[in-house]
Structure formats: structure tokens, C-alpha cells
């Protein structure tokens, strides 16, 4: 043992001072009377009907406060404590209860409690007050939703926001005030500022048998049964979600900037984001829309690589813009070799969940689960699995085990269960540690983060983490991000976390998209083929007077990061496909928005059979160097596909969904016409599924 | 007689209403939850509050006393879970009401009174994260062995070891900058 260690022994043996014998009393005085009160309740509502060795029954709305507050964010959770919740909904709630005569220890009366809170509280400032929540009369016992501003509800009758209500006369010791008194505060709205603000409320305990039974709930681990989650799951929880986007890419004039650079981009995330948002009745919002990665979400049938080539193959077209006349479309398509799966390195993986409360949901931790099993169907024996959990506490739930053993593997994921705080970069600590013990000659090492986005506690310094994940990158090990649930996805978030740990941001809504991401392409989301994947394009003043790129907004890099290697990039996986969308407009096109200088030097009357120049770096996995590939682009249009008008179809739906300032007067009906013309033999059905997102589209944003 | 009698039996004792089991059970244990409330927190203020808060609490929260564990392994993980609470209540205060952080505001302050070698101790703890800290509170402070401390915290055994490394390797790195000083 090091001598620091020794150290902190020696100092923590030592450090408790003796307790304070007054305190000790009081501790102790304040027990016995707890635990009188519990035990004579108990006796005298023996004849309830309530089993009595249990926790009385109630005990089971208490659990479902404990659990709404380990749903809370940090930022709610300041906001109401359980006590105060108690308290203040019975201060609210009682003189509408007692009309009812409701006894204490009688079943409890339900009370949908944001009504109420409404109806006793006109005119207050209901920020967020949506907490529907049964009220039982006293002991008041309250059920909420997560997310839910229980200080609302209390609140109002102060006249002003709980934050700023008066300083509280109540002290942790003597607040501990009899069931009776808590009634006459209740008939005393006057009372309610003091009972509602102090500390955030934490020591309150102004109703005792709640109190304590709220206390009963409150060790983690012995009080999860008898909570119904369904009486949580319908209600509007506010929305945290953080989603990364810039503005739309803006017309650049060849002649005075003829060099486009940005990285790949092979994630998809953003369309079941846009994809749940629209089949819930919205419109996405406009930070949510990547039209890139709506573009790639989509199978297009580019060329295969030549073997013995570099990994992947880039083909260029260039077609006439649906939605204007006057310029052309310049598709990029690059298509990742697809190695026969019998010849792939074996796996290490490590499942990085999280378990925080807010995974809870169906569409959350249990489709993680159901998504992973899918996936181990598609491992062999001889890779590994281990699963690091983060939630409050990281932990190493299943140490490094082959995919063999799929029964210890499946039995540790049916283990997982959501509670608690969510201790992101602890648990990212961990799991690089864990690859990095895995780790051998010749095995892909890859952590599969998967997380709804809510990295709440534990990252003090954001920029800090992406530094600890950016240099990890050089380590060899990947990291891909799989958003769950929507609510609080911080889209933003992940994006950066894949983005520096060489790896790429999913989102799984629905199992069949579990099927498209981990088992159809799990060999792209696995093995990378290509690292840092730049894409340059010089276009031809000669030939091109404007051009926009379509999308990669967050994907922008400098000019001269192209040639510069230690400049991160996307990857591209086996089999992957990558599309860039270019919309340009020929030198002498009526569509031109720019004028030309006056006093400009006028493009030299130059060569215009080409188009442009494009330049594409890569490395090989692992490589420190990059290769260059570069391909000339001609400047005479081709023939649309199916495949160029379908990914257009998707790229001017995107552009609907956030910046329709290009599209001139093409609307919603093109896209769909443009889109359910060019389906092809989508065995799938993604393509169908994307003209019924259209129409409903439309439908939502007349 | 009393005196003789397990914690265990007590307890459950105590669970079915048992007064007299109860108020021995609590004079027991009273200076051991102080101990480690102190220990996770820092802070003698802190400490007594999140002591009285878990005697406040204790005779309901025995209502899910099952006999499982050992009762002293019980108690760790409900003042475990107590200061856990507490801590996130305070985390989202606008101040930061942590207790070993307070220490160390104090000390830069100069308000410690601390001898030097209580100051090293507040820095260092000052420097863990809370769930280092927690572990090195059950595991150093009140010598459990890294299998009961993974017990009480609900976590493998592993992730003991693992983080009990990243003390080490956080307090190499704060001897060494010690050293550079």
C-alpha cells in the first residue's frame, strides 16, 4: 500500500471529532418519538385494512415520491423535496380534501393534483405545474411524474415563486410538528412561505407520519415494488433535449471561395429524432434536422470498391435540382467495402448503459435491452462483451466474457434496472479502462454508449471530457454513441462524444431501427475501414458561379485542416455509405443570387468541362498518415436515378424542416411526389416509410 | 441483557415495535452513522444534521429491514444513501454546500484551524470525486473490506478495486505536485 494511501487512513480514522452529546440527544429523543408515532398509528389503524408486518400499504405512493424525485433533474430536485411535496399539496389540497372527510389511516382519496392546484392557486405562476399527482388526504401523500415542479403547486398562494418566499423560521430539530399542526397550517395559508423554503426544503419535516414514511422509501434498493410506472409514464415532463446544429450552410461564390472542405459523416441519428418527433404529432425542431445524416440514413445502390483499391469508392453525378431550374445537384456518393464477415478481426465491445432514472421509460433502458439482444445473435464466439453501467455509481456489472457465454452475457442485461443520478464520465472512465484491459493484438476494441443523453452529475468541465474521450481516440479505441427516448436526448451531447471518440451517433427509437443499426449494419457500426475521412472539393469558376453545401453544418472544417493529419475526421465503416449534396449553379444560370464584382477580376475564361476537383483523405485504421484519392468531376449533367431523386426528395424535406429559404415555391407535395416516384425496390420499406413522414409532414405544417 | 443481544435481533425486534430493542439498537450504532456521516461529509454541521436526519428516519425505514445482510452493512447503506441524497439536494443548491468543498473554501480562506495534517486530509478529500470519496470512507475509514464496501455502496466488487486505483493514482499525482511545490 502506497504511503498516501496510509495516509488518508491514518487521517480518516482520526478525522470524526466526538459527537456532540447534545446533538446525540436530540438525534436520539427525536427517533424515539418517530418511532412511537409510526408504532402507534399502526396499532390504532390496526383495523384498516392493511397488512401489518408490511410497510402499510400507502407506503407504495411514498415510493412512487422517492421514485419521482430519483427522476427528478438535479434542477427540480432543488425544487421539491418529498416533504415539501407532501406538505405542500396537503396545505393546498386539504380544504377540498376535508369537505370530503376524509380520515387519517382511510383509504386514500385521489385527487388529480394539478387541477387542484390550479383551482386553490388562480393566477399563480405555474411554472411547469403540470404535476398531475394523487393527494390523499392527511398524511398527505403525494405521487408525481417525473420532471415535475412540485414547488408550483405549493407555491402560489404566497403570492410569489417559492424561490423568492420568505427565509424560514423552521429548524431541522424543531420542525418536526405534530399532525395537528400541520392542519392548522393548512387552514393558515399565511403559514405556507416558511413551511415551503427552507434549505430547498431537504430537513423539513412538518408532517411526521409522511415524513417518516417518506423516509421509509428513501433507502435506495429496499423500496422499488409497489410503484406502478405507468402512473408516470403519459404526463408532459419538461423538455431538456440539446440538440447540435448550426446555421445552414450559406451560397458561397465560386470564383471568391472555390474550396469546400468537411469530414464525413456517417451517423443517422437525426432522423428517428425527426422521425418520433413527427409520428407524436410535431414538427421536429429545426436544430434537430441534419439533412445529412436524414440523407444517409437511406441505402442508395452506389458502386462497390475495386478490390485492392483504397476501402472505399467515390462516385460523383450531377443531375438538375428539383426545386430549381437553374441549378444542378452534385451528388457525392462513397461507398465502404464490405469485408466478408468470416475474415473480421474479432470484437472486444464494451456496453456502456446508462441506468440513471430517466431510462426508465419502455422506449428507453427495456428497448436497450431488447436492442442488444438482438446484436449478440450477430457475434461470434470468440469476441468479447463487457457491460459497464453508469448511474449515480459507475460499475463493472459483467467482467469481460465471451460472446459464447451469451447466457451470462443475457443474464447480466436482464439485470439492469434504472435509478438514480446519471454519473457520465465516471462511468466513460471506466469503460475506456475496461477496453483498454480487453485489449490484444488484432481484436477492434469499441465502447457502445448508450444513453438517453442525460449526463447530469459527474462532468463538472464538458470541455474536459471531450479532451479525456479526444485522447483516448489515439488509443485504438472506439466509441459509438446510441441515443434512447426522447425528453432529455442531448443530442448535442452525444454528437460531440462520438464525434472526438472516433465513432458515430445513432439513434434507436423503435426495435425495428435496433434491427437496422445494430444487426443489418452492426459490421459498419463495428469495423471501421477508413479513419478520418475528409472530403475536399474545388470547384471551377469557370464552370460553377455559386455553390451551397447541402448539410454538414457541424461537419465544416478549415481549408487547411484537409492536409493536416492530426485533424479528427469521420470514419467510415465496412459497408458504410456516406452522400454530400452539393447544389450549384452554373456560370451564366439565370439562378445565379449574386451579382458579379464591378471591379472584381472576372474569372479567367478558363476550361469548363470540369465541374470541379475532388479530393478525398483517409487512413487506413490505426495509421498515423492519410492517403489521398482524387477524382475530376465533369461539368455535364446526367440523368437523375432513383436513387439521386430520392436522397433530393430527402435533402429538400430537411431543408422544409429547418431553412426552406433555396426552395423557392417547392413545397411539401414535390417532396412528396419526388420522393414516392423514386422509391425503387426498397426491400426494407424505409423509403415507403419516409413518404408517409412527408405527408404527415405536410399535414402538420399547414 | 440487552447488551449481549445481536444487531440483528434487535432490529428486527425493533421492526415489529419493540421500543426498548429499538432505543438499545440506536444507542448502539448512534456514534458509528456520526463516524462515517462525518467521514462523507466533512463537515461536523453536516454531519449531525445527516445523522439526525437517518435516527428521524431509521424506525421506518426498519420496515424493510429483512435480515438480509448484517445490520451494521444495512446501516452503512442507508447513511450511505442518507448523505448520497442529501448531497444531491445540495449539489443543486445555487451554493455549493458540500461539505469537504466547504472545507476547502474555508481553508483557502484561512478560516482552518485545522492542524497540517487535517489540512492535507481536507484538500485530498476536496480533490476525490463524491464517489471516491465514499469509497475510501467505507474502505479506509471504516476498514471494510473492498467485497462489504461494494455491498453497502451496491456496486460489484470491480468497481471497488477500480476506484480504490484512482485514489491511488490521484494521490501519486497530488504527492507529486506537492513535491513540485
Redesign the interface.
Known amino acids: 500500500m502506497s504511503d498516501e494511501l496510509e495516509r488518508l487512513r491514518d487521517g480518516l480514522k482520526s478525522a470524526p471529532p466526538a459527537p456532540d452529546a447534545a446533538a446525540r440527544a436530540r438525534a436520539l429523543k427525536l427517533a424515539m418519538e418517530s418511532f412511537d408515532r409510526i408504532h402507534d398509528a399502526a396499532q390504532e389503524t390496526a383495523q384498516a385494512a392493511r397488512p401489518m408486518p408490511d410497510r402499510p400499504k400507502r407506503a407504495g405512493f411514498l415510493t412512487g415520491v422517492r421514485l419521482m424525485l430519483s427522476h427528478l433533474s438535479p434542477r427540480a430536485t432543488l425544487a421539491a423535496t418529498a416533504s415539501v411535496a407532501v406538505i405542500g399539496l396537503s396545505l393546498a389540497l386539504y380544504p377540498t380534501l376535508r369537505r370530503d372527510a376524509v380520515l387519517p389511516g382511510a383509504q386514500p382519496a385521489r385527487v388529480d393534483g394539478a387541477p387542484a392546484a390550479e383551482a386553490t392557486a388562480p393566477g399563480a405562476e405555474a411554472r411547469k405545474a403540470e404535476a398531475p399527482a394523487e393527494i390523499a388526504a392527511p398524511p398527505a401523500i403525494v405521487e408525481a411524474t417525473p420532471g415535475a415542479d412540485l414547488r408550483a403547486a405549493g407555491a402560489p398562494a404566497a403570492g410569489a415563486p417559492a424561490t423568492t418566499a420568505p427565509v424560514p423560521a423552521a429548524d431541522t430539530s424543531g420542525a418536526v410538528s405534530s399532525l395537528a399542526d400541520s392542519r392548522r397550517e393548512a387552514e393558515a395559508p399565511a403559514a405556507m412561505p416558511q413551511a415551503m423554503e427552507h434549505e430547498g426544503g431537504a430537513q423539513m419535516a412538518p408532517a411526521p407520519l409522511a415524513r417518516s414514511r417518506e423516509s421509509s422509501a428513501e433507502v435506495g434498493g429496499f423500496a422499488a415494488p409497489g410503484f406502478a410506472p405507468d402512473a408516470l409514464a403519459p404526463l408532459p415532463a419538461p423538455d431538456t433535449e440539446a440538440f447540435a446544429n448550426e446555421d445552414p450552410n450559406p451560397v458561397k461564390i465560386a470564383a471568391e471561395e472555390p474550396v469546400s472542405t468537411f469530414s464525413i459523416d456517417t451517423d443517422t441519428a437525426s432522423w428517428p429524432v425527426v422521425r418520433s418527433s413527427l409520428a407524436a404529432g410535431m414538427l421536429p425542431p429545426r436544430e434537430a434536422v441534419r439533412i445529412e445524416e436524414m440523407v444517409n440514413y437511406f441505402p442508395y445502390g452506389y458502386p462497390a470498391p475495386e478490390a485492392g483499391g483504397a476501402p472505399f469508392r467515390a462516385s460523383v453525378s450531377l443531375f438538375p435540382t428539383p426545386w430549381n431550374a437553374g441549378t444542378r445537384l452534385l451528388r457525392i456518393g462513397i461507398q465502404g467495402a464490405l469485408p466478408a464477415t468470416d475474415a473480421r478481426p474479432p470484437l472486444n465491445l464494451v456496453f456502456l448503459i446508462d441506468t440513471s432514472g430517466s431510462m426508465e421509460d419502455a422506449n428507453k433502458l427495456p428497448l436497450l435491452k431488447q436492442s442488444f439482444r438482438l446484436m449478440l445473435g450477430q457475434l461470434r464466439p470468440e469476441d468479447r462483451v463487457a457491460i459497464v453501467t453508469y448511474a449515480g455509481s459507475a460499475g463493472l456489472v459483467l467482467e469481460p466474457t465471451p460472446a459464447a457465454d451469451r447466457g451470462a452475457i443475457e443474464g447480466a442485461l436482464d439485470r439492469l434496472s434504472a435509478g438514480g443520478s446519471t454519473a457520465g464520465q465516471e462511468g466513460l472512465q471506466q469503460a475506456y479502462a475496461v477496453a483498454e484491459g480487453m485489449g490484444a493484438e488484432g481484436r477492434v476494441s469499441r465502447i457502445l454508449l448508450a444513453t438517453d443523453g442525460d449526463f447530469n452529475v459527474g462532468i463538472s468541465d464538458p470541455g474536459a471530457l471531450k479532451g479525456f474521450i479526444a485522447g483516448k481516440r489515439e488509443s485504438g479505441i472506439y466509441l459509438s454513441v446510441l441515443g434512447f427516448g426522447r425528453g432529455n436526448l442531448d443530442d448535442a451531447t452525444m454528437q460531440a462524444l462520438a464525434q472526438n471518440g472516433n465513432g458515430t451517433a445513432a439513434y434507436i427509437d423503435t426495435l425495428p431501427e435496433a434491427q437496422k443499426v445494430l444487426v443489418d449494419q452492426l459490421s459498419g457500426a463495428l469495423f471501421p475501414i477508413a479513419d478520418d475521412v475528409k472530403v475536399q472539393v474545388e470547384f471551377n469558376p469557370a464552370a460553377v458561379a455559386e455553390y451551397r453545401l447541402i448539410g454538414y453544418e457541424t461537419r465544416a472544417l478549415a481549408r487547411e485542416d484537409f492536409n493536416n493529419d492530426r485533424v479528427d475526421a469521420g470514419e467510415i465503416g465496412a459497408g458504410h455509405q456516406v452522400t454530400a449534396l452539393y447544389e450549384v449553379t452554373p456560370a451564366g444560370s439565370p439562378a445565379r443570387l449574386s451579382d458579379p464584382l464591378r471591379y472584381g477580376t472576372a474569372p479567367e475564361g478558363g476550361d469548363a468541362s470540369e465541374l470541379g476537383f475532388l479530393k478525398l483523405r483517409w487512413k487506413a485504421p490505426g495509421a498515423a498518415h492519410s492517403q489521398l484519392v482524387e477524382t475530376p468531376i465533369p461539368a455535364a449533367p446526367g440523368e437523375a436515378g432513383d436513387d439521386a431523386r430520392f436522397a433530393a426528395a430527402i435533402a429538400g424535406m430537411g431543408q422544409l424542416l429547418s431553412e426552406p429559404k433555396y426552395l423557392g415555391t417547392w413545397g411539401w407535395d414535390e417532396a412528396i411526389a419526388l420522393a414516392a416516384g423514386a422509391k425503387g425496390d426498397d426491400p426494407y420499406g424505409y423509403r415507403a416509410e419516409a413518404v408517409g413522414l412527408m405527408r404527415l409532414a405536410a399535414s402538420l405544417s399547414r | 441483557m440487552r447488551m449481549q443481544t445481536p444487531d440483528e435481533a434487535l432490529a428486527s425486534a425493533?421492526a415489529?415495535?419493540d421500543?426498548d430493542a429499538?432505543?438499545a439498537l440506536?444507542?448502539r450504532h448512534?456514534?458509528r452513522i456520526?463516524?462515517l456521516a462525518?467521514?462523507l461529509t466533512?463537515s461536523?454541521a453536516e454531519?449531525?444534521?445527516l445523522?439526525?436526519?437517518i435516527?428521524?428516519?431509521?424506525?421506518?425505514?426498519l420496515?424493510?429491514w429483512r435480515g438480509e445482510a448484517r445490520f451494521t452493512t444495512w446501516l452503512y447503506?442507508?447513511t450511505v444513501?442518507?448523505a448520497?441524497?442529501?448531497r444531491?439536494?445540495a449539489?443543486?443548491?445555487s451554493r455549493a454546500a458540500d461539505g469537504w468543498g466547504d472545507w476547502e473554501v474555508n481553508r483557502r480562506a484561512g478560516i482552518a484551524e485545522e492542524a497540517a495534517?487535517?489540512d492535507?486530509?481536507v484538500a485530498?478529500m476536496a480533490r476525490l470525486?463524491p464517489?471516491l470519496r465514499?469509497t475510501?470512507?467505507l474502505t479506509?475509514?471504516e476498514?471494510l473490506s473492498q467485497r462489504e464496501a461494494a455491498e453497502v455502496?451496491?456496486?460489484?466488487e470491480?468497481?471497488v478495486a477500480?476506484r480504490m486505483s484512482?485514489?491511488?493514482k490521484r494521490?501519486?499525482a497530488?504527492?507529486r505536485a506537492e513535491g513540485m511545490l
Do not use: M
Open positions: 425493533a415489529t415495535g421500543r429499538f432505543a440506536l444507542g448512534y456514534d456520526f463516524a462525518f467521514r466533512g461536523r454531519a449531525e444534521d445523522t439526525q436526519d435516527c428521524l428516519a431509521l424506525p421506518a425505514k420496515g424493510s447503506r442507508v444513501n442518507a448520497h441524497d442529501r444531491r439536494r449539489a443543486t443548491r495534517a487535517q492535507w486530509l485530498t470525486s464517489e465514499d475510501v470512507a479506509l475509514g476498514e455502496l451496491g456496486i460489484s470491480g468497481t477500480w484512482e485514489v491511488k494521490l501519486r497530488l504527492a
